[in-house]
């Protein structure tokens, strides 16, 4: 499998699971706690899973460098829960496009502690991610335009910021040792670290209804147990065999395929988000993926 194809993939399924987890989160369970306690225990077997590929090619090195691999599940464990928040509250085509701060986030991270540089053309991207992320969380009302759903945007925001950090220390974990043996770090932290906060009685008094609810079970699992550890295999390949700004460019598409997915399963056949489809939405909706889509890709150059 070329790089190309293994980058498509992999925006192809993480777009899939983002429209997944909005009709889970919404749809199929309780609250965004229930979400995060099922999420977090499906983390724990994949994490060791990709331990265990990491041992059988190049090992785990024991160095401090593990505490960067560390760090970044926790910072995965705190910035997540804010992301899936929102994204129960907030359209899954509007929280996406927000999402794409995230390598805003990780970039100023990069300049400021990392010594990194960027051109004047990066900061004009950055100008154009933001505003992107500005423009599709308004709405019209009484032939005005204002900030709806503040609250999501504003978790949202938190999200990106925190991920972005995220995406800095794994960065500097995959520095040292494999991505393999990063990602299983990560992952195990990240799942450990989500049932030491959620674990309550209530949630775990909640396992066998959701073991029961055969569609809830299986969407679940579909998107989180296979297609999640999908979009990560087929992103690691990308990036070991292409050029990391190419990778980053094609993935910066995700944006525009959740619009698709979402413009798709609200029509009436099928009214699965149910996301308002006039034209005037759209419109604002497309003028601000494109700000965003542009901006990321310029970035990424």
Known sequence: MSW????LLSTFFFALVSVFD?????????????????FGLIQIPIGVGFIITAFATDGIPLSPDILWAIA????????LPLF?????????????????????FA??????????????????????????AALISLRSENGRL???KGRAFLL???????????????????????????????????????????LRPNQTSYLPIFLRDRSTLSLMLLAEGLIAPAAILTLIMALADGPVS????????????????????????????????????????????AFTVAGVITLAS
């Open 4 to 7: 190309i194809t293994a980058a």
């Open 22 to 38: 909005k009709k889970l989160l919404t749809d199929c369970f309780r609250s965004v706690p229930a979400f995060f306690f099922v």
């Open 72 to 79: 970044s599940g926790l910072a995965f464990a705190t910035g």
């Open 84 to 104: 899936f928040t929102a994204l129960r509250l907030e359209e899954a085509s509007r929280a996406i496009p927000v999402m794409s701060l995230i390598p805003v």
């Open 107 to 132: 970039t100023l991270i990069g300049v400021t502690v990392l010594n990194e540089h960027l051109t004047s053309t990066q900061w004009i991207a950055v100008i154009f991610i933001i505003a992107g």
């Open 146 to 148: 204002h900030l709806a």
């Open 156 to 198: 949202l925001v938190l999200a990106s910021g925190i991920i972005g950090l995220a995406f800095v220390v794994t960065k500097l974990a995959a520095d040292a040792m494999s991505i393999w043996a990063v990602q299983g770090i990560s992952t195990l932290v990240l799942g450990i670290a989500v049932l030491t906060v959620v």
């Open 246 to 289: 190419l990778v980053s460019a094609i993935t910066a598409s995700r944006p525009i395929l959740v619009f698709l997915l979402s413009i798709a399963l609200s029509t009436p056949a099928l009214n699965m988000l149910r996301e308002p489809l006039d034209r005037q939405t759209l419109g604002v909706k497309a003028i601000s993926i």
